[in-house]
């Protein structure tokens, strides 16, 4: 079975940074994207970023470009989410996913996605 383990939130002032790790198991790590979500309770999961480590492609919506950071280790079956200058606008529960058609990263699409792991709480104070 294909199950990811999202970790690495907590609370942080604005201006600071956090890392998000995704551990993935049960799952061939180039066949598939693995994507980084957000939830604000009453809001709509918003997709941010997603990665293919079998094109190499990476992917950022606008409103984090340039502050989060994604990134791969094939050796630890892990993506990593760079949180860097973080805004109390950011707090949310963040998830990761896995997206077995692996070429949508390359297509900026954040859909769609198969496996979902359970989330991990972000807050960020003023």
């Known amino acids: 079975d294909v199950q990811l383990q999202a970790s690495g939130g907590g609370t942080v002032q604005a201006g600071g940074s956090l890392r998000l790790s995704c551990a993935a198991s049960?799952?061939?790590?180039?066949?598939?994207?693995i994507g980084w979500f957000r939830q604000v309770p009453g809001k709509e999961r918003e997709g941010l970023s997603c990665i293919s480590t079998n094109d190499g492609s990476k992917y950022y919506i606008d409103s984090v470009k340039g502050r989060f950071t994604i990134s791969s280790d094939i050796a630890k079956n892990t993506v990593y989410l760079q949180l860097d200058n973080l805004k109390p606008e950011d707090t949310a529960v963040y998830y990761c996913a896995a997206d077995s058609a692996w070429w949508t990263c390359a297509r900026e699409r954040l859909s769609g996605y198969d496996y979902w792991g359970q989330g991990t709480l972000v807050t960020v104070s003023s």
């Open positions: 049960g799952l061939i790590f180039d066949e598939y994207a």
